[in-house]
């Protein structure tokens, strides 16, 4: 099946400054990427839907100019999180859908990475 | 508003037990319905999934059945394994849009 692979699995870093998620399909064309966001005992919110070559569309009460996301190639998209805060410590998971044996992946078809631990102390 | 409800956990059983972990949702229109399951360390992966009423979705010895008149998509297996240790993800999605709404996720572990 599809692999999505998420670097870092997790990362600590300092009040203020940003850090940097990315989102690889391995071995297909992600057109498509979601980041997710998942708070402890909480269900995953979906942040932002990004496609290949264009601007990433927010879900309302996200701030894009926080959550800012480049998703330049087929297999990559990242996540960066500028002046973090406590309250951003977070799992950030993405997926991706895209283009199996060029053909379209069906809408719902969705491969999960296996999510990023930020904590910002 | 569209959402999911499960049923919070932890679940622990012993092997060979029966498993129901209960989903119900809300929607609007006729969502498509999943259940994911993530190992430690791993990603979601898709176990099963309907995507209309009366649909029974199957696989790995799990069970899911579609019922629209009750809202919900109980996951049930008759006999666990180790190997089922997992937290479990009930979710909807519709296919005129992109988003998944996930439960909050049931954790179970399964003792020897």
């Known amino acids: 099946g599809a692999v999505v692979s998420q670097h870092p699995s997790w990362v600590i870093c300092k009040s203020g400054t940003s850090v940097k998620i990315e989102c690889r399909s391995l071995d297909f064309q992600a057109t498509t990427m979601f980041w997710y966001r998942q708070f402890p005992k909480q269900s995953l919110m979906l942040m932002a839907t990004?496609?290949?070559?264009?601007?990433?569309?927010?879900e309302q009460g996200v701030e894009k100019d926080k959550f800012l996301i480049n998703h330049a190639s087929l297999t990559l998209s990242t996540l960066t999180v500028t002046s973090a805060h406590p309250e951003d410590s977070s799992f950030y998971i993405c997926?991706?859908?895209?283009?199996?044996?060029?053909?379209?992946?069906?809408?719902?078809?969705?491969?999960f990475g296996p999510g990023t631990r930020l904590t910002v102390t | 508003g569209n959402s999911v409800t499960q049923m919070e956990g932890p679940v622990t059983l012993s092997e060979e037990a029966f498993l129901t972990i209960n989903c119900t949702y809300t929607a609007t229109g006729y969502p498509s319905l999943f259940w994911y399951v993530q190992y430690p360390g791993e990603g979601l992966q898709l176990l099963l999934k309907a995507t209309k009423a009366d649909d029974k979705g199957s696989n790995k010895g799990f069970e899911a059945t579609y019922r629209k008149e009750t809202t919900s998509f109980h996951l049930e297996k008759g006999s666990v394994q180790v190997s089922d240790s997992a937290v479990y993800f009930c979710a909807l999605s519709r296919y005129t849009g992109n988003q998944f709404y996930f439960g909050t996720g049931t954790s179970l572990t399964v003792i020897p």
């Open positions: 997926s991706a859908r895209g283009l199996t044996d060029a053909k379209p992946m069906l809408l719902n078809e969705q491969y």
């Open positions: 990004s496609n290949e070559g264009s601007k990433a569309t927010y």
